[in-house]
């Protein structure tokens, strides 16, 4: 959801790419254009680790000054084109870890949400080849528009009886502008659109989002090569073409993103190995998931036979029984807890309750002075839930919540209203209000 946590990374985004086409104008002031771009998208980064504008506006700052760099080495502004080039093959490989993460869990994507690891590096690697293609993209927008405004009033003519057609004529410039530009970024955007800050529509159609992000990318990336190895290499006609820094060849690129993207994706199975053996065993995690549909039908049932009341004045307190051998199972102790202000005692306890390995965050979150949400994200028992028809868990509550609302209870003495949890793909959402106000 975009809000006020977002305006830093917005105006990244506003300012960076004005700086690329000032950079004809006025490259000192592009410069420190480019600057503040890159504070914005640092500022909106450290305050949403997710913000993709701010991400964006920090690549196009970026971008310009490398553009900058370039003249002032006295490079040839070719060399530039190789820059995005490069942007494309590092995008490129994690686009293809992403489809490969995506492939090894194609029988059923369900069985990413008990992944934990790779379902945070499968999250990591979508946002980084988003931020990549959509600042390639508004690179290759902006780049044609300067040239138009700035740079070909000032072009000198070429010698009579010297053919200089228009760069869109060029067989590879027309193809790539078409269906490795306007398609590719039409496609992308099909598939991020939808998938933006929408948990359930990653995993409903996850199947069908993931392959057309990765065609755009394909598309995008083969006519990019194609036009650089083919077109501007071997030289355009009275434009000295200097050869290429790293990328010496149209195979050398082609191998270094599928390596990039072949490490990636080995590293992420790797990361999650790593994070499931910190957290419960296998066996124990297949265990709770069992237990967490056979609870789903307990409290169902019990809500038809004595009704809601029932649960709150017999299942709330039981749980507060289990709340200290479940504490000693977190390496806390509730003595300490009860020394620490609600909020804070709230948060560590969720924090650990992550750590076990059954979620990927557990958030607390005050909506007022009475009232709070509990949300678990990246929750590996959705992939129960996912097995469960909607209307049977109509009105359940998620047990993150439960045990919040039992430590609550158990810091204050104070009785809590729970709403039925707002289930999604990857978690659920849960707000609780205190019966009377908080001290």
Sequence with gaps: MLGK??????AGLLVGLPSLMIIAIDPMFAMYIALGAIALGIAGLAISKNDVPGSIGLMCGVSTIVRILYQHLHMSPLNHIEYLVLLAVIGYG???????????NIKDLNQL???????????IYGRVETVLFLTISAICITEPLKLLAF??????????GILQPPLIAYPTVFWHTFIGGILPFGLFLVKVIPAFGNKDAIFKYGMVLGPIGFVAWTLAYFTSLIDYFFLVVPGLPMIFTPPPLVLPNMPWAIATSVAIGLIL????????????????TPKTHGVALILHGVSFGYETAAKELVGAPVLYKYVYPYT?????????????????????DVNEALELYMKKCASIGMAEQIKV???????????????????????????EIKGSICPWALLAASLFNKLTGK????????????????ELKVKDARA
């Design 94 to 104: 994690f686009a293809i870890a992403n489809e490969c993460i995506g492939i090894s």
């Design 113 to 123: 949400k008990s992944q934990l690891g790779l379902a945070r590096l499968h999250k």
């Design 265 to 280: 994706f080995l590293y992420a199975k790797t990361f999650n190995a790593r994070a499931t053996g910190t957290g419960i």
């Design 151 to 160: 740079d070909l009033p000032s072009t000198v003519p070429p010698p009579p």
């Design 320 to 340: 507060y029984k289990s709340l200290d051998k479940l504490s000693i199972f977190l390496g806390l102790d509730i003595e300490a807890l009860k020394k620490m």
């Design 415 to 430: 009785d809590l209203e729970i709403s039925a949890s707002e289930f999604n793909e990857i978690g659920a959402r849960t």
């Design 365 to 391: 979150k005050w909506t007022s002075a009475d009232s709070f949400s509990v949300e678990s994200i990246n929750c590996s028992t959705a992939a129960v839930r996912s097995k469960i028809p909607k209307e």
């Design 5 to 10: 946590r977002n305006l830093p990374g917005f």
